[in-house]
């Protein structure tokens, strides 16, 4: 199980960064001017649809100046609640996300014939590392060594 972690994580490196980009860019330019909207329109106690469009056009065209109205009106209670439920619906998918880009065995995404199955050098014990008949990258068979250098070939050759 834990070769499916491991994958993942170095499967989706890179979107995590720009996971997090998104959500910074959700929170401040979606979240803001629509916490901001409700709670203006509904000062009153009942929700006013005509104010709530009137202040969403102007607050989503100036989303910075929106998110610094939140502080200064006092709206950081609603704007902090609209923002835990964007963030749990945005942590559930990104979660589907993540487990469904988990590896489905140990050996996916492992080249097939390449050295992967060795570590440290320890297959330098064997084979060479600059000169003989080529296994794969950075792997020799050397054709000066003493003793067996038969060699299996296990695949198929493809036409096409």
Same mark, same amino acid.
């Given at each position: 199980?834990? #070769?499916?972690?491991?994958?993942?994580? =170095?499967?989706?490196?890179?979107?995590?960064?720009?996971?997090? %980009?998104?959500?910074?860019?959700?929170?401040?330019?979606?979240?803001? *001017?629509?916490?901001?909207?409700?709670?203006?329109?509904?000062?009153?106690? =009942?929700?006013?649809?005509?104010?709530?469009?009137?202040?969403?056009? *102007?607050?989503?065209?100036? *989303?910075?100046?929106?998110?610094?109205? %939140?502080?200064?009106?006092?709206?950081?209670?609603?704007?902090?609640?609209?923002?835990?439920?964007?963030?749990?619906?945005?942590? %559930?998918?990104?979660?589907?996300?993540?487990?469904?880009?988990?590896?489905?065995?140990? #050996?996916?995404?492992?080249?097939?014939?390449?050295?992967?199955?060795?570590?440290?050098?320890?297959? #330098?014990?064997?084979?060479?590392?600059?000169?003989?008949?080529?296994?794969?990258?950075?792997? #020799?068979?050397?054709?000066?060594?003493?003793?067996?250098?038969?060699?299996?070939?296990?695949?198929?050759?493809?036409?096409?």
């Amino acid at each position: 199980m834990n #070769y499916k972690i491991e994958g993942a994580i =170095k499967r989706n490196r890179k979107s995590f960064i720009i996971f997090a %980009i998104l959500w910074l860019f959700i929170a401040i330019v979606f979240v803001a *001017p629509i916490s901001y909207s409700w709670h203006m329109a509904n000062i009153t106690g =009942k929700l006013n649809l005509n104010e709530f469009i009137n202040t969403l056009i *102007p607050s989503a065209t100036n *989303p910075f100046a929106t998110f610094g109205n %939140i502080f200064a009106n006092n709206v950081g209670g609603a704007y902090f609640s609209t923002l835990l439920v964007v963030t749990i619906f945005y942590s %559930i998918f990104f979660f589907i996300g993540f487990v469904r880009s988990a590896p489905k065995n140990e #050996y996916t995404d492992i080249e097939h014939g390449s050295s992967d199955w060795s570590q440290r050098g320890e297959q #330098y014990q064997v084979l060479s590392k600059n000169k003989g008949i080529i296994l794969a990258e950075n792997n #020799y068979l050397p054709v000066d060594k003493r003793g067996n250098v038969n060699v299996l070939v296990v695949g198929r050759i493809r036409f096409w």
